[in-house]
């Protein structure tokens, strides 16, 4: 089965949760035959989200199961605000993702100047540290777009690999799922996120895995999907997570 659970409505602001404009993300996914989709908008626009229109929506396509998640920015001195921001609401799902580090948010094309003040390798380093402490906190249920410092394509000198182990150890010991999110293929970096290595170290750890796209209008929704599959079929997965109530279910892939 195909999924997509990393989809944004409201976008960076511009959509909305009224019922015309989410069928329409219902509609691609149907003609990428998936078979559950997940809207996850940023923790910016939490009180835009409509948890209300779920049933309405699975009316419409009831072959379509529809989850409301939530997809949360990280900041390590933060977390006790997230955690009592998150405890008031019931997302099927929650992303934990990393798009900043300190003030800076590394994946806006405004802001690419500021990686020349870094040393790549040493902003590679803090990066995935950072990660390691949202695998740790216990407040996600999946771990968004993993690799995403990778976005523009500035390369470190060292093996990542060795930065990725001690995510994937946490990752693994918190009992989280890695997205494998296709919007990468649309970004300079040209790839994956994350990249093939880094899946099949997932694999070998027996970490779970979901598809998404990270598909900020409707026609973006499933990009990818079925060659993301085949990749994974190819590592030697079966399997697929979804979530609902943030209880993980496997589905065949």
């Not at 020349?116 to 996600?140: C, I, M, N, P």
């Amino acid at each position: 089965m195909l999924v997509d659970l990393h989809t944004h409505p409201v976008a960076h602001g511009s959509g909305s949760y009224e019922l015309e404009h989410l069928i329409a993300f219902l509609t691609k996914a149907r003609e990428k035959g998936i078979g559950v989709i997940g809207f996850s908008d940023h923790d910016r626009y939490l009180e835009r989200i409509n948890f209300d229109i779920k049933n309405q929506l699975n009316s419409y396509y009831p072959e379509l199961q529809v989850r409301i998640g939530l997809e949360v920015d990280y900041f390590p001195e933060k977390e006790l605000k997230l955690r009592q921001l998150l405890g008031q609401y019931q997302f099927d799902y929650v992303i934990g993702s990393v798009h900043n580090i300190a003030d800076w948010p590394f994946d806006v094309p405004d802001y690419i100047h500021r990686y020349q003040d870094w040393d790549v390798d040493e902003l590679h380093r803090v990066y995935f540290e950072t990660l390691t402490k949202a695998a740790q906190s216990g407040l996600f249920q999946i771990v968004g777009h993993l690799d995403l410092i990778k976005i523009f394509n500035f390369r470190p000198k060292q093996d990542i690999m060795g930065w990725v182990e001690p995510v994937l150890r946490a990752i693994k010991q918190s009992d989280l799922t890695v997205e494998i999110n296709s919007a990468g293929l649309h970004k300079p970096v040209a790839e994956v996120y994350p990249e093939e290595r880094i899946i099949a170290r997932c694999f070998e750890l027996n970490i779970p895995v979901t598809i998404s796209s990270d598909a900020h209008e409707a026609s973006h929704v499933g990009r990818y999907g079925a060659e993301i599959a085949s990749l994974l079929k190819k590592i030697g997965y079966n399997q697929i997570a979804v979530y609902t109530a943030q209880q993980r279910k496997m589905l065949p892939l």
